[in-house]
């Protein structure tokens, strides 16, 4: 079973802090693969807030493919993290050419769009690059969006962390989630790599989706480009996520009544029953049966953490205010937030959705048997 | 040697026979209660003569014959007193020395059930044991990453939808606007596939509404019954149980003057309309029932007169074509009850069931589609009809959810199967493997009546009498002396302990593949079978 740690701060961390926090709960994952997600971001990205970030791993080749393309739609690049790896890497990761982070400016065309159809283009980006590099693997591509850096690779987390030198000052993020892989069911491919990214929304899971296949099949006729991909099961969580906020303009509070909805009389008895029963029949497919565990970074920079239906997986969250922070496991917390007052730990169960809002104060618990707030 | 009657083209012997009776005349008491229960006359006092040998090898004996006649069972050998295997005889027995025995070859009377020129006709079910479901197993078993669940003790959601889904962008807005949202109904994904009340006797028919009135009231369990083509008894339309049963119509209309007078007197909506315009057994053949069976209850019903035919035409005669019938019918039937009703087609699987599909998807008062298989049972077809016509449900229904899955519409029009759903007994895999396939419930005819009221029809060419009202237990027959040998409250007990059987069975299947949430509909992953050309065909895994 995958691990995931998840952490919130008003301060900038450095994402090796939630690779040790990964190494603590080693146990749990077989050093197959890591995957980092980092947002709200510190250090000279402080600078480019609103440029858009390319997160991805390239080939001589694809670097180049992708310079033209990007020239070609008018983007002009503002700001690089170099990574120099040393000659060998460890054992079980493959030698690439360029891990890159790179911010760019947006073409002058793009001037007055909205912010959605600016989000809808940057997609269409990312997919179209991701396309480019199928055929022969020289272009992956995990993240295009602003103030969103990702890094995935296959191996030991606190192995691969030290590789490529992430303790490094100029990548640190307020955000950070990061899942330490245990590999099931699918071949090793980054793609499959937690955490997943889509338009502004961010998740990483652990555990299996056993409806899956219902889930991908309803997902994938649903009209979003970005719906694409299910390398991994677990995919599916941000997508679900993503159009619940776009298309069915509904909170985070109403994620767990779309995934996992209530049933008989508390259904009944529920102020929003309406509401709620037509969700439980027009999303019905998009119902998941876990055990999972997930934990998502909303555009807000909300985080939170939610868990199926029958609870199986472990998962908590505590902190203090400035800090909190999402764990497989208590040691994890332990690990990246020892003084806080552990009494407060909170473990959702499975009517809950813990959010952290972006002011970091306090942790927040919303039941699904409480009555949804009014809708925007 | 002389034959001892005159040989015809169709003078039989008992070898000729499908079935052949074996009477013990040590143990047969001649009580004569097989010769009066047999419901095709197949046996009757038979009067032999013996002639006794007497020999003897002391010197001066004189040989000397001795004739005596006994009395026993002879069984008729014309064609049309044929026995049909029911084994009631011996089930009247009381010393079992009576049993109908399969023949050990090809029978001869297959050639012969055609006197005067009238095709053969029967009741039942095609008589075909194979059965493409009982070969799918489900392989996607949890095992460590994501653990089995406990069948026994874990809380299970299985219930599905029938009534036409609105995508949800679309039904948030009409939430938002107050608009109308068509009528969806929770029920128990297993329903009782219509068997009309004419076709099943009154305990049957009343034994059935029973059971699902207990499991609906007393179990929680949303079960819901199709009356099949022939109106609803009076007193029900009015009474709150109608919200149990989904009145059909078909291409007689039968008993829907009955209906239309009872709507302004109806307590509650019933559960759906289903529109008939085809069933498994017979595609393209309209509803039979035979005089015999038009008893004096049935034509009051029915609205027609007593002891004639009633075929219902192959189409419904107002309509024209597919768009009409689509359009048309649906649009009246919802609007007869204010649209709080879901209206929903069923036809019979075949080649042209995805246009149908097609027609209905651009139309959103539709709010399903059953679609029954070749295996489908039926009370009265032309064994041609029931033996060759027709479309196995498991490449059908999965090429209609397939179509759905292309349109993206797989949420919004359930698909319900039904035809030769446990056939050999094994109803919760049967379903559960169609439920994975694509469809959102089942319906189950025949199994209702083997399991709750002791039809004796096999896949074995047995009894399959349904047609002409001899039923030997009751359940299709409209002779009070054959049908007060069912007790409708036995039926009702027995149809629970079915649906019980059936929920457990369900849950142990769902359990190990880690589902409890919802109901595993389309959840393809779980399936494979051993056969590659049907692995290939209903694009699941393949297994050896």
């Given at each position: ?6 952490v919130?701060?008003?301060?900038p961390?450095s ?8 190494d ?6 077989d050093?197959s693969g890591v995957g980092?997600?980092?947002k709200?971001?510190?250090?000279p ?14 080939s001589?080749g694809g670097?180049?493919?992708l310079d033209a393309l990007?020239?070609d739609k008018?983007?002009m ?5 170099t990574f120099?790896l040393d ?5 079980g990761?493959p030698?690439?050419?360029?891990y890159l982070?790179?911010a760019?400016?947006?073409?002058e065309?793009w001037?007055?769009?909205s ?6 283009r940057?997609?269409d980006?990312r997919?179209?690059i991701?396309?480019m ?9 995990f993240s295009?969006w602003?103030d969103?850096?990702m890094?995935k690779?296959?191996g030991d ?5 030290r ?5 490094r000052?100029?990548?640190s993020?307020?955000i ?6 245990q590999?099931t069911?699918?071949a ?7 955490p997943?990214?889509?338009?502004g929304?961010?998740?990483m899971t652990n555990g299996e ?5 219902p ?5 994938k006729t649903?009209g ?10 677990s995919e599916v969580f941000v997508?679900?996520?993503h159009?619940?906020?776009?298309k069915l ?8 009544h779309i995934?996992?909805p209530l049933e008989g009389?508390?259904?009944e008895n ?23 565990c997930?934990i998502?970074?909303l555009?807000?920079n909300?985080m939170f953490m939610?868990?199926?239906r ?16 999402f764990?497989?496991e208590?040691?994890?917390l332990d ?9 407060k730990?909170?473990?959702p169960?499975?009517?809950?959705t ?8 306090e942790v ?8 949804l707030?009014l809708?925007? | 040697?002389?034959a001892?009657?005159e040989i015809t083209p169709?003078t039989l012997?008992v ?5 052949q009776?074996?009477w013990?005349?040590e ?8 010769t009066?229960?047999c419901p ?6 038979g009067?032999?003569r ?5 020999v003897?090898l002391?010197?001066?004996f ?12 002879r069984?008729?050998?014309a064609p049309a007193y ?7 005889c011996n089930?009247v027995?009381p010393?079992n020395a009576i ?7 090809g029978d001869?009377?297959?050639f012969?059930i055609?006197q005067?020129g009238?095709?053969?006709r029967r ?9 493409l ?10 095992m460590?990453t994501?653990p089995?669940?406990?069948a ?5 959601q299985?219930?599905t939808?029938?009534?036409r889904?609105?995508?949800p962008?679309?039904n ?7 608009g ?5 109904r929770e ?7 219509g068997?009309?009340f ?16 207990y499991l609906n009231?007393?179990?929680g369990m949303?079960?819901r019954?199709?009356?099949g083509?022939?109106g609803c008894p009076?007193?029900?339309l009015?009474?709150r ?8 119509i078909?291409?007689g209309y039968?008993?829907w003057?009955?209906i239309?007078?009872a709507i ?6 019933p559960?759906a309309i289903e529109?008939?315009?085809g ?6 053949d309209?509803?039979?029932l035979?005089?015999?069976k038009v ?7 029915r609205g027609?007169?007593?002891g004639v ?7 419904h005669q107002?309509?024209?074509?597919i768009?009409?019938?689509v ?5 009246s039937?919802s609007?007869a009850?204010g649209?709080?009703?879901?209206v929903y ?18 139309n959103?008062?539709?709010a ?10 039926t009370?009265?077809?032309y064994n041609?009809s029931?033996?060759?016509?027709g479309h196995p449900?498991?490449?059908n229904i999965?090429?209609c959810y397939n179509?759905?899955l292309t349109?993206g519409?797989e949420?919004e029009?359930?698909?319900?199967a039904?035809g ?6 094994n ?6 493997a169609l439920i994975?396939l694509?469809a ?17 029809g096999s896949?074995t060419?047995r ?9 030997p237990k009751g359940i299709?027959?409209?002779?009070p002396r ?5 007790d409708?409250?036995k039926?009702?007990?027995?149809l629970?302990?079915m649906y019980l059987?059936?929920d457990?069975e369900?849950?142990?299947i769902?359990a190990?593949?880690g ?22 065909r209903?694009?699941?895994r393949?297994v050896?």
């Open positions: 079973m995958c691990r995931l740690f998840a919130t701060s008003k301060t961390l994402p090796m802090l939630a690779l040790e926090a990964l603590v709960m080693r146990e749990g994952h050093g980092l997600f980092l709200d971001l510190g250090g990205f402080e600078d480019f807030k609103g440029a858009p970030i390319m997160s991805g791993i390239f001589e670097l180049k493919k990007m020239m008018g983007f690049t503002k700001h690089k993290v120099k000659k060998n890497p460890p054992e990761t030698k690439r050419d360029i982070i790179r760019y400016e947006y073409p065309s001037d007055g769009l912010d959605e159809e600016r989000g809808k940057l997609r980006i997919l179209e991701r396309k590099g199928e055929e022969k693997g020289d272009m992956i591509v295009f602003p969103v850096a890094i690779e296959i987390p606190l192995t691969v962390g590789y490529l030198k992430l303790a000052e100029e990548l993020a307020r950070i989630m990061a899942q330490g892989r590999n069911n699918y090793i491919n980054l793609y499959a790599c937690h997943f990214f889509l338009e929304f961010a998740t989706n056993t409806a899956f296949v889930i991908m099949e309803y997902l649903r979003n480009p970005g719906y694409m991909g299910f390398q991994s099961d997508q679900i996520l159009y619940m906020y776009k303009g509904l909170g985070i509070e109403a994620y767990k995934i996992t009389d508390v259904l529920h102020p929003d029953k309406t509401l709620l029963k037509n969700l439980k029949q027009t999303c019905r497919r998009l119902i998941i049966d876990g055990p999972n997930v998502g970074c555009p807000n909300s939610v868990q199926d029958k609870k199986l997986r472990p998962g908590v969250v505590g902190g203090k205010p400035g800090i909190y922070a764990s497989s208590i040691c994890g690990a990246v937030v020892p003084d806080r007052d552990k009494t730990d909170f473990q169960m499975h009517l809950d813990v959010i952290i809002d972006p002011d970091r104060q927040k618990v919303w039941r699904q048997t409480e009555k707030p809708q925007p | 040697m002389a001892n009657r169709s012997s070898k000729d026979l499908y079935w009776i074996d013990s005349k143990k047969c008491t001649l009580c004569g209660r097989c009066s229960v095709v006359n197949a046996i009757e006092l009067v032999f013996k002639r006794d040998i007497k003897g002391s010197k001066g004189v040989p000397s014959n001795n004739y005596e006649t006994f009395y026993g069972i069984q008729r050998t044929a026995c049909i295997g029911c084994g009631m089930m027995c010393n049993i109908s025995m399969r023949n050990d070859e001869k009377q297959r012969h055609d005067g009238q095709p053969p009741g039942g079910r095609r008589n075909d044991s194979g059965s479901l009982d070969q799918i197993k489900f392989v996607r078993i949890s460590l994501d089995a669940l406990d026994g003790r874990h809380e299970f299985v219930n939808l029938l009534g889904v609105l995508p962008e679309e948030m807005k009409m939430l938002r606007e107050e109308w949202t068509p009528p969806v029920i128990y994904p297993l329903v009782i596939g068997m009309s004419g076709a099943l006797s009154p305990p049957m028919w009343e034994g059935l509404q029973m059971g699902v009135a009231e007393q179990l949303p079960v019954m199709c009356t083509e022939g009076p007193r029900l009015r009474s149980f109608i919200k149990y049963v989904i009145l059909q078909a291409s039968f008993g003057d009955e239309i007078h302004p007197e109806m307590k509650e909506d559960c529109i008939k315009y069933q498994g057994a017979k595609p393209g309209g509803g039979l035979m005089w015999n008893t004096k209850l049935i034509s009051a019903i027609v007169p007593r035919n009633l075929p219902s035409p192959p189409t107002t309509q024209y074509s768009e009409e019938s359009a048309k019918m649906i649009q039937m609007m009850w649209f709080r009703v879901p087609p069923k036809i019979s699987a075949s080649s042209t069931s995805l246009a149908v599909l097609n027609n209905l998807t651009r959103r008062y539709a399903g589609l059953a679609i029954d298989g070749e295996d489908g049972g009370g009265a077809a041609v029931m033996d060759h016509m449900i498991a490449s999965r090429d179509n759905l349109i519409k949420n029009i359930p698909l319900f039904g030769g759903i446990g056939k050999n007994g109803l919760a895999a049967n379903a559960a994975m694509g959102s419930g089942v319906q189950t005819g025949k199994y209702v009546m083997q399991a709750a009221a002791g039809c004796v896949e060419q009894c399959n009498i349904c047609n002409i009202g001899q039923c299709t027959s409209q002779d054959i049908f007060r040998r069912l409708a409250e039926v009702a007990e027995r629970v302990d059987r059936f457990t369900l849950k142990k769902m190990p593949l589902r409890s949430t919802s109901l595993p509909i389309g959840m393809s992953d779980a399936l494979a079978i051993s056969d590659f050309n049907a692995a290939e209903l694009k699941i393949y050896v």
